[in-house]
């Protein structure tokens, strides 16, 4: 019995020397990964990485090095991170990484890395839909061309009278008047891509002396290979030799809107106007046929001569410049089975039928063949 009280005594000793207190729980503390690699096409896009820590209150970071990774952004985000990859245009894989860290005091947690590779792109070269000269409106101007390029590439100009704009894969380059009325001025355009020749634009702008628009303007002389005398709108082969004194065979080209259209004025009959349209890429004076030029009873018609009747058509009619702008040729359609094709007046007679008329009531004439206004005076 004596025994059995020493063993007890000795037990309640032991819960005296070691307190009555529990012992604390040991907490681990981690953080889970939904993935510790995400993976692009060279396209790019994004992809979210979910991230769990324990307990949920332990703050954690992202760390990543921008200059080392610029081709990717990792955004943290309700729950989680999201990776964001830009497209690829190399020709080789890139593979990078960042790392989630746990934040605490006394963590001895290390660092999670997350690895983010993306395949190779397709193989692109450098294009530029830029020619390699360019001439610009005496007026004020701009020219616009893509720039597609593998690497990092840069635009600069040579003067300081040329902008250049940059907006993505576009890029412009424009400029005010030349304030030089009688020469034009020059630059260049240089784009520079890494790991390609530069490329260069020369640009010139012109001066108003040498701007086609204005060396238009002045009075020009109808001519042609041939003329046909029509004096009640009936049919004949008379060769003739038209008077400029009776007929007007000189009008005004005259300024409508600048570089958009033109007025010529007195063309064929005394005090018509006709609206015709500059076409500023080809240069050439479109002239429409079959529109009311003088009131609304009196056409301009291109008129199709064949052996035995007329024939009528309302159609635009480029009017081409030389070279030095001393001449306009019409380029006349051809039509199989009519000899002749010129242009003239017609109006409505007193019984209702459509006659010819001509200048200052005299019969019309037509000029056939070849027809050419040449530059009478400026």
């Known amino acids: 019995m004596r025994h059995i009280y020493n063993f007890v005594f000795v037990v309640a000793l032991v819960f005296a020397l070691c307190g009555c207190s529990k ?3 040991i907490v681990v503390r981690s953080l889970t990964l939904s993935s510790n690699a995400v993976a692009f096409d060279c396209d790019g896009g994004a992809k979210g990485v979910a991230v769990k820590p324990y307990p949920a209150d332990m703050e954690w970071v992202v760390e990543c ?10 955004d943290v985000v309700s729950g989680g991170v ?3 990859v830009r497209p690829n245009l190399t020709t080789s894989e890139r593979v ?5 860290v746990a934040k605490g005091e006394n963590l001895n947690l ?9 395949e190779a792109g397709r193989a692109i070269d450098l294009s530029i839909s830029a020619p390699q000269s360019c001439t610009l409106d005496s007026e004020g101007d701009s020219y616009t061309f893509t720039v597609i390029a593998p690497t990092q590439w840069s635009v600069t100009s040579s003067a300081p009278w040329l902008e250049v704009v940059v907006d993505g894969s576009l890029v412009t380059f424009r400029t005010q008047a030349n304030p030089d009325v009688e020469n034009s001025r020059q630059a260049k355009v240089t784009i520079v891509a890494e790991g390609f020749e530069p490329f260069e634009v020369a640009v010139e702008q012109q001066s108003r002396k040498q701007n086609g628009y204005y060396r238009l303007l002045g009075k020009w002389e109808i001519t042609a290979s041939k003329w046909f005398y029509s004096p009640n709108g009936s049919l004949n082969e008379l060769d003739y030799n038209p008077s400029q004194s009776v007929y007007n065979l000189i009008f005004d080209m005259e300024q409508g809107e600048y570089g958009k259209t ?9 005090s018509t106007s006709l609206e ?7 240069g050439n004076v479109v002239i429409p046929f079959g529109w009311s030029v003088l009131s609304y009873d009196v056409f301009l018609y291109i008129t199709l001569v064949s052996s035995n009747k007329f024939s009528f058509a309302s159609l635009e009619v480029d009017a081409v410049p030389s070279s030095d702008f001393l001449t306009l040729t019409l380029d006349m359609p ?17 019984n209702g039928n459509k006659v010819a008329v001509g200048s200052r009531s005299y019969p019309t004439m037509f000029p056939m063949g070849d027809i050419v206004f040449r530059k009478y005076s400026n």
């Open 23 to 25: 012992p604390e729980p």
């Open 65 to 74: 090095d921008v200059e080392a990774e610029p081709w990717f952004e990792v």
């Open 82 to 84: 999201e990776v964001v």
């Open 96 to 100: 990078g990484s960042f790392n989630i």
């Open 110 to 118: 290390e660092p999670y890395q997350v690895s983010v590779c993306q």
């Open 262 to 270: 033109f007025v010529m004025r007195n063309f064929l009959y005394p």
């Open 276 to 282: 015709v349209r500059y076409d500023k890429k080809s």
């Open 334 to 350: 051809s039509v199989a089975g009519y000899t002749y094709v010129g242009f003239g007046l017609w109006t409505y007679g007193e």
